[in-house]
């Protein structure tokens, strides 16, 4: 069987495939996705970095959640499912993972006010249904991180929910164990993080129950620019936007655009393309301690 037969189904920015009963397979893209639209401009190396950073995060987090990462090398697909060449372009990219039942929930930690939880700050006085204190400041940090979780949407808008509308949907017991996961390990991110002058400002989370034992583990992607608000330490000021590493500045400058942030997205200009990939690989780089230019090479995570 090759690569293309065991494909399973795109989503906005990896690529699914089915090794075999109990494995798939995860292929990080260079897409970019915005507003819940897939932007039709990639960006380069972004799938690596998304990869990189989450197999960094794997292993820090794993004293407090196992996850579903089996292995990053694309030389142990079976034979026949690529060439020498298909090899190449997949270093850097692949997770096979264990084969799980995926929590029909986005777990969405916030440290901080921002984004569209700013929004709805301002709307209510709430985000997801907590109630914040009167007179916060655009990015002010809270005093205790948050959970606000979403639903998962494959295709148009994730929806904001309560706490009490996750219980609803993936029960009472599971929604506590996610929470409490979900908040430790916002916690040790932040930490991590701030120690390489970032500030973990908002991240999101996806869990699944292994299919024979039933136990949680962490799945997706882990504290990426794609899932996280990364912020620069040292610029940090409440009150107004903060400079980060992540896809805001692809936001930002789409919020310029005549676009009704629906498909088709517009094409990014180049500045915008090379801005991005910067951010993403800063990120990368501090976060890790490592070279990026030396995982393309060799596909590991060293200085």
């Not at 309560?162 to 219980?167: P, Q």
């Amino acid at each position: 069987m090759s690569l293309a037969e065991s494909f399973v189904r795109s989503g906005k920015v990896r690529d699914l495939y089915e090794l075999d009963a109990g494995r798939l397979l995860l292929v990080a893209s260079d897409r970019l996705s915005a507003f819940d639209v897939v932007l039709p401009t990639p960006i380069p190396d972004k799938g690596r970095v998304l990869t990189g950073l989450s197999r960094f995060w794997f292993g820090e987090t794993a004293g407090i959640v196992p996850n579903h990462l089996l292995g990053t090398d694309p030389a142990g697909l079976p034979a026949g499912w690529t060439d020498e060449a298909g090899r190449a372009e997949l270093r850097g990219r692949v997770m096979l993972c264990r084969r799980c039942d995926v929590l029909p929930v986005e777990v969405v930690v916030r440290g901080y006010v921002a984004g569209s939880g700013w929004k709805d700050y301002l709307r209510s006085g709430e985000i997801c249904g907590v109630r914040l204190p009167a007179g916060l400041r655009e990015s002010e940090r809270l005093a205790e991180p948050i959970l606000t979780p979403a639903t998962k949407e494959e295709v148009g808008h994730d929806e904001n929910i309560s706490f009490e509308r996750m219980v609803e949907i993936v029960g009472a017991a599971a929604a506590e164990e996610v929470r409490d996961l979900a908040l430790r390990l916002y916690r040790h991110g932040a930490t991590v993080a701030e120690r390489a002058g970032i500030l973990l400002a908002d991240t999101k989370f996806e869990f699944g129950r292994e299919r024979e034992s039933g136990r949680l583990l962490l799945i997706d992607e882990v504290l990426t620019p794609d899932s996280s608000r990364f912020w620069d330490a040292a610029a940090y000021e409440p009150g107004r936007a903060q400079a980060s590493f992540d896809k805001q500045f692809v936001r930002d400058w789409l919020e310029t655009q005549p676009w009704a942030k629906t498909y088709p997205g517009p094409e990014l200009p180049a500045e915008i393309v090379a801005g991005t990939r910067e951010r993403y690989v800063a990120a990368f780089e501090r976060i890790t301690g490592a070279s990026f230019g030396r995982y393309l090479e060799e596909d590991v995570i060293a200085p």
